[in-house]
């Protein structure tokens, strides 16, 4: 079983920075696909970012690309997400999310992931 807990969240003005974590426990996170995802009131969930289990290989979505770095850190069992030039449009309930990969490539928004966070409120002002 995996645990995930994110943190990291909060009230930004637009064009400010925000870094989101995400801690692993229950299982060793190099072992671990992960990503992150959000959700605004009303819409469908929608993938930001995905990392393999080394860090290696990385994907974004269109919406955050340039913007969003994911990064891990195997020997803290933590995914982080750093924000910039942030939007009102990234206004979301951001989720970190797990997967025990095949190979050491980075998730897609297609695949399954088999844990979930309880997500951290990411509110951006315009």
């Known amino acids: 079983q995996v645990q995930l807990v994110e943190s990291g969240g909060g009230l930004v003005q637009a064009g400010g920075s925000l870094r989101l974590s995400c801690a692993a426990s229950g299982r060793t996170s190099s072992t671990l696909a992960m990503g992150w995802f959000r959700q605004a009131p009303g819409v469908q969930h929608e993938f930001v970012a995905g990392i393999s289990r080394s860090g290696r290989d990385t994907n974004y979505a269109d919406s955050v690309r340039g913007r969003v770095t994911i990064s891990r850190d195997n020997a803290k069992n933590t995914v982080y997400l750093q924000m910039n030039s942030l939007k009102p449009e990234d206004t979301a309930l951001y989720y970190c999310?797990?997967?025990?990969?095949?190979?050491?490539?980075?998730?897609?928004?297609?695949?399954?992931?088999?844990?979930w966070g309880q997500g951290t409120q990411v509110t951006v002002s315009s």
């Open positions: 999310a797990a997967r025990f990969p095949a190979a050491d490539a980075a998730p897609t928004p297609r695949q399954f992931f088999s844990y």
